[in-house]
Nanobody
């Protein structure tokens, strides 16, 4: 069983940076695609970024491309999301997700989800 826990959220001013981390307290994530999603107040949950197991290829939502970077450390059983040049529109609860299926990457069909961490960006 994969049990995901996110950390690193907080309040930051526009233009600032935050680094989110997601760790698995259960099974290793080395054979899982890992994704980050977010849900802003009053909006649907949306895809942010994902990284594939194996070659580690990445994919990003257009809204965060060039500002956010996803990375994974299989030895530490974790995946991080470095967020730079934050905007008020980035305010949301951020969720980490994991799935072993090759075709589950930039969609919401992930099997395992964390509880989320709040990111708030002030203007």
């Amino acid at each position: 069983q994969v049990q995901l826990v996110e950390s690193g959220g907080g309040l930051v001013q526009a233009g600032g940076s935050l680094r989110l981390s997601c760790t698995s307290s259960g099974r290793t994530i080395s054979g899982y695609n890992m994704g980050w999603f977010r849900r802003a107040p009053g909006k649907e949950r949306e895809f942010v970024a994902a990284i594939r197991w194996g070659l580690g290829s990445t994919v990003y939502a257009d809204s965060v491309k060039g500002r956010f970077t996803i990375s994974r450390d299989n030895a530490k059983n974790s995946v991080d999301l470095q967020m730079n040049s934050l905007k008020p529109d980035d305010t949301a609860v951020y969720y980490c997700a994991a799935d072993p299926r090759w075709d589950v990457l930039a969609n919401q069909r992930y099997t395992f989800w964390g509880q989320g961490t709040q990111v708030s960006v002030s203007s």
